[in-house]
């Protein structure tokens, strides 16, 4: 059997606070986009293991499809042996959330594939131990995402009648590393409110609070926002912690965007998946 998990961007991202647990309260909009990897999962005779071809993804050991795997297979001991291959198009390390998308999608797999007829309350808790972000694409509509980003409320947005810019400078930015320089403070406007305005106004109004520090360590990442813009981008910002860059473009506008420095780039005709 065979999926196609997808990523996402954020359009906006404040951290409120951190909390006593460690973790950091925010507030984003999730917005799925249908850039895909391809996971795929077969019976075993032998044991369990995983492949992983495409973009170059880690320690296969260390993925969380696997790690979804070990997670049901406590709770669901009849779940088989199986190989599982993985196929990597999504960028890893980029903000996308294409790794919590792969492990949501493997919960899903199972419990369809061998019948286990896991609650939906229990996948959603197994999402949440595997990511923050995780449970998203269990929903994978458009939401607004509180809490550590496991708190959604899906939300009325549409990107039709644009395209979106995706590039990535093959930079591996850690989350752990962007939060500790992060000064938490709640805004003067919700990103939910910003969001339903016209996109027009997102420039001056909709945000990413970790594009100061990717910013200032990686000058080349706040480049590649500056040009979106030049190029005629209606929004453009970084997605989550980095390092991706996306611009929002009208669906009619000409992009002459050459690769000159061998960024992963990829163009995405915004549909609802």
């Known amino acids: 059997?065979?999926?196609?998990?997808?990523?996402?961007?954020?359009?906006?991202?404040?951290?409120?606070?951190?909390?006593?647990?460690?973790?950091?309260?925010?507030?984003?909009?999730?917005?799925?986009?249908?850039l895909q990897d391809a996971l795929e999962i077969v019976p075993?005779?032998?044991?369990?293991?995983?492949?992983?071809?495409?973009?170059?993804?880690?320690?296969?050991e260390n993925n969380l499809c696997l790690k979804a795997y070990l997670l049901v297979k406590k709770d669901y001991p009849q779940l088989p042996a199986i190989t599982i291959h993985l196929h990597k198009a999504i960028p890893i390390g980029a903000g996308l959330g294409g790794g919590s998308a792969d492990a949501a999608f493997m919960l899903q797999l199972l419990n369809t594939k061998f019948y286990l007829h896991i609650p939906g309350d229990k996948i959603f808790d197994y999402a949440l131990q595997l990511g923050s972000?995780?449970?998203?694409?269990l929903l994978n509509k458009p939401c607004l995402a509180s809490g550590r980003g496991e708190v959604l409320e899906p939300i009325n947005l549409s990107l039709s009648g644009h395209k979106i810019l995706l590039i990535n400078p093959g930079i591996h930015v850690?989350?752990?590393?962007?939060?500790?320089?992060?000064?938490?403070?709640?805004?003067?406007?919700?990103i939910n409110d910003i969001v339903l305005q016209p996109i027009e106004t997102w420039k001056e109004e909709l945000g990413n609070d970790f594009e100061n520090y990717v910013f200032e360590r990686y000058p080349h990442?706040?480049?590649?926002?500056?040009?979106?813009?030049?190029?005629?981008?209606?929004?453009?910002?970084?997605?989550?912690?980095?390092?991706?860059?996306?611009?929002?473009?009208?669906?009619?506008?000409?992009?002459?965007?050459?690769?000159?420095?061998?960024?992963?780039?990829?163009?995405?005709?915004?549909?609802?998946?």
């Open 44 to 60: 075993s005779s032998t044991k369990t293991q995983i492949t992983v071809t495409g973009i170059a993804a880690g320690n296969p």
């Open 174 to 190: 850690s989350t752990a590393e962007a939060f500790k320089k992060i000064i938490p403070a709640i805004p003067a406007k919700k």
């Open 1 to 34: 059997m065979i999926t196609f998990p997808n990523c996402k961007i954020n359009l906006g991202l404040n951290i409120l606070r951190k909390r006593e647990d460690g973790f950091h309260d925010l507030e984003t909009v999730f917005f799925p986009i249908n």
């Open 221 to 273: 990442v706040k480049k590649i926002k500056e040009d979106l813009y030049q190029k005629g981008a209606v929004y453009a910002a970084m997605s989550g912690s980095g390092s991706t860059v996306f611009g929002i473009f009208k669906k009619d506008e000409i992009i002459n965007y050459k690769n000159e420095q061998r960024f992963f780039y990829k163009l995405i005709n915004v549909a609802r998946l």
């Open 133 to 137: 972000d995780c449970s998203f694409f």
